[in-house]
């Protein structure tokens, strides 16, 4: 006979994942609750916690991202404890999940965090490397010491900074879009900011202010390729500072992109010998076309479906990542988006009785505000973790609670090749269809910026350098004031634009 379910009351509230969004969550929760025993599983001995955080103004938030053992979490809040392990199984009928360990821990909230892990373009192969978390990036600096060149796969932030962090190696770039950070930018700011890409570095490289907790010898089975990526959470915004990326030549930067094209197929040298193709030399200069076959002998080579071979030490795959719901689906009907992620609702539940979701693994599925999108990065995370927190404990406490503001307009703040950059909004016209006109003010080398209206309205900006504007943006996309009548003078650099609107 089956023995009875224990009353839900019995369990705890249980968070799993020990990124930045199952932190925020289990804290904001250790606060609600102070009486009560948080339980935080994770399957990396260190986590992420948010630090000197920064409101900058009603959407925008900047925040440092640190690695701590999981120690400091529970000396910070005694009511939270952690559980170094995997989780194997999910039985949300019972209301418990096993781990690895062997342990069940019944709950009577539980909020899945495990994040996403890296789409590798190529599972099992040895020269491929996929970059997600401070193991793998590690893992990476490790390889780089002794590479001449390498091949970047993918246009997202990872390839944006590692394109512009690594020195000392010769870099084929490959994307599958017309320009560089099409996730964040069109082609007018990936143009901005590709003359310094090509351009010298200025040598200063500050010792970095955050200390690194590796989770090196904790986990020898890592080392096994099954296992690499799989554990760590997500990279921090500047995840590359205090590593040393260097290669082995002597030269500062060598970078070629070669743009609107995939991975056709990987070769081993073996292959590629049998093959009989050629490989390409590096492209030298961009006005000299003629191109020449590689005498050199690479341990991997790149078939590109423009046709192109390019031969390298090693290739970084950061192609995106996908939700990593595998843990959680036996025996459970979750209800999926078309990412790949578990679908929440505006009160972050999953489709299943008293299972929220939050950051990489979710996917948002309520009608989103006119000028919000899920993007999986950090702001999100956190946002996600604290607000899944607040709705966990208004559902216990039978309270009703209002969608978090930060849902109200899209916001991020970040750092491409040291220029900060703020995207705001519908910033590339995301879903607006051909119904929208864009202004543009740059100046080379120091600040670009774009607004994206529609209707004499203003609905995404992006901003590049010290732009100063994105107090202004936020509140002009969010009070929808028509701005038909300033037409061009919205964006003139002789016109202080903040006097107008504050």
Known sequence: MEAARPPATAGKFVVVGGGIAGVTCAEQLAIQFP?????????????????????????????????????????????????????????????????????????????????????????????????????????????????????????????????????????????????????????????????????EKPEAKIAHKRTRYTTEGRKKEAETKANVGHIGSALGPDWHEGLNLKGTKEFSHKIHIETMCEVKKIYLLKEFRFSKKNSLNFPRDHHNQSVTTDKEIWPVYVELTNEKIYGCDFIVSATGVTPNVEPFLCGN?????EDGGLKVDDHMCTSLPDVYAAGDICSASWQPSPFWQQMRLWTQARQMGWYAAKCMAAATSGDSIDMDFSFELFAHVTKFFNYKVVLLGKYNAQSLGSDHELMLRCTKGQEYIKVVMQNGRMMGAVLIGETDLEETFENLILNQMNLSSYGEDLLDPNIDIEDYFD
């Open 333 to 337: 009907k979750f209800a999926l988006g």
């Open 35 to 199: 009486s009560e025993e948080i339980l935080l599983v994770t399957a990396s001995p260190v986590i992420k916690a948010v630090t000197n955080f920064k409101q900058v103004s009603k959407v925008l938030e900047e925040f440092d991202v640190e690695e701590q053992p999981s120690t400091m979490l529970e000396n910070r809040f005694p009511n939270i404890k952690v559980i170094e392990s995997e989780v194997k199984q999910l039985k949300s009928e019972e209301h418990c999940i096993l781990t690895e360990d062997g342990s069940e821990h019944v709950y009577k909230k539980l909020c899945l965090c495990a994040g996403a892990k890296p789409k590798l373009i190529c599972e099992g192969n040895p020269y491929v490397l996929g970059i997600r978390d401070t193991d793998s990036a590690q893992e990476f600096q490790k390889q780089l010491t002794k590479a001449k060149r390498i091949m970047i796969i993918g246009n997202g932030g990872i390839a944006l900074e590692l394109a512009y962090e690594i020195e000392g190696c010769e870099v084929i770039w490959a994307i599958k879009d017309k320009a560089i950070g099409n996730t964040f930018f069109d082609a007018g700011a990936a143009e901005f900011l590709t003359s310094k890409l090509i351009a």
